[in-house]
């Protein structure tokens, strides 16, 4: 038994394209593949948001769906391949929704109908821990590859595309009106200066099909955030033989539960006990090489004191160089004492001289004689 389309997307029935279109990325985003490697029940479930979204985002479908529900589509119904695999159209229209629209406009057109490839974006996650190793990431990326049963032509097998009867290949025609001479873009081949008779079954004469592939990516060691990746011709296939476009890979690293990044340099804020700080000691810390490094604390240290761990940060990218780890301390004070800590406490206070704390007392008579300026006027 199917799950309704509705209730998969987690709409109303009277939901408006804007809110499909909302309640799908949601799902998608957390449903991906790509998010959940080798887990089958994210896989379908990905399937479904999809299908489900196909129908109803399309209104002829839509209303179908709506009188006949599934069986609308079933046993050649109005089809839309049933949202087992991922179809040709789907995975198109899921690119562009989730990994961001195709860049830079990128169909330029030449000569002898010829189209380069769209550019596309893919948004990847690392933590700082990769970006700190380098890695070789695994990709998937579904996109438009030439059609490899009529190399790209469009053309059936064993046949050519052949020039336009209409304009013999100029892709514009002329017409004369009154007086005027009118040049327009060809309405047989549209501009493209050749005609398909036979259109290659596999791609429709288009020249190019959607398929998934796997890509592997090297994301070098020192990577920063917001970093743009080009893969030069990895993009959508070109149309009829032209060149393909680029694939950008957009880089964001996650933020990190102890160091904080600034270039190469990191930062980490240790807690240290109030004792330690007067007393000093030392407390370990790990650092993103997956080794730990020990801190030494000195007597007296006070709250906010930078410790700096040389060569303990980030690579530079394609450089030898290597950051450094800043620590700072940041000193807890006791709570929760007991009566025999209070007890210890006090007795403290009692032997402290203005020597134990020379910023303190040297502050508030400094202050005191500000307040009493005052007076003098
Ligand atoms: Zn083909
Ligand atoms: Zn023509």
Redesign the pocket.
């Known amino acids: 038994m199917k799950a309704d389309f509705y209730e998969t997307l987690g709409v109303q029935k009277g939901a408006d394209d804007k809110e499909l279109k909302s309640a799908f990325r949601k799902l998608a985003m957390q449903f991906h593949p790509d998010r959940n490697p080798g887990d089958d029940a994210c896989e379908h479930k990905f399937k479904e948001i999809n299908e489900a979204y196909e129908t109803l985002k399309d209104p002829q479908k839509r209303a179908a769906y709506d009188r006949f529900g599934h069986a609308a589509f079933e046993n050649g119904g109005m089809g839309n391949g049933g949202g087992q695999g991922f179809g040709a159209g789907g995975f198109a229209d899921i690119f562009e929704d989730i990994f961001g629209d195709m860049m830079g406009g990128g169909r330029r057109r030449s000569s002898g109908g010829r189209e380069r490839g769209a550019d596309l974006r893919y948004n990847m996650e690392i933590t700082l821990e990769e970006a700190f190793a380098g890695k070789t990431a695994q990709i998937r990326v579904p996109t438009s590859i030439l ?1 490899t ?2 190399a790209g032509s ?1 053309a059936k097998a064993g046949t050519q595309p052949v020039t336009c009867s209409m304009c013999q290949g100029h892709g514009k025609v002329r017409a004369s009106q009154g007086f005027f001479s009118i040049e327009r873009t060809c309405p047989q081949c549209q501009g493209r200066g050749q005609t398909i008779k036979d259109p ?1 079954g ?2 429709a004469g288009q ?1 190019r099909v959607t398929e998934e592939r796997s890509l592997s990516v090297n994301i070098p060691s020192g990577i920063e955030d917001g970093t743009r990746i080009r893969l030069a011709n990895e993009g959508e296939a070109g149309l009829r033989g032209g060149p393909s476009g680029d694939l950008y890979i957009f880089l964001s690293v996650k933020p990190h539960e102890f160091f904080q990044r600034d270039g190469a340099d990191l930062y980490c804020k240790v807690p240290i006990s109030m004792t330690t700080a007067a007393l000093g000691g030392s407390f370990e810390v790990a650092t993103l090489d997956g080794t730990q490094t020990r801190v030494k604390v000195p007597e007296g240290t006070q709250n906010g004191r930078q410790f700096r761990l040389k060569g303990k940060g980030m690579p530079i990218l394609r450089q030898p160089q290597v950051g450094d780890l800043y620590i700072q301390t940041a000193v807890e004070t006791p709570q929760s004492l007991t009566r025999r800590q209070r007890e210890l406490l006090e007795e403290f206070e009692k032997l402290s001289s203005t020597e134990n704390s020379p910023q303190s007392s040297g502050f508030f008579s400094r202050m005191k004689d500000f307040f009493e300026s005052f007076g003098d006027k």
């Open positions: 059609c049963e009529c469009g290659c596999k791609c020249g």
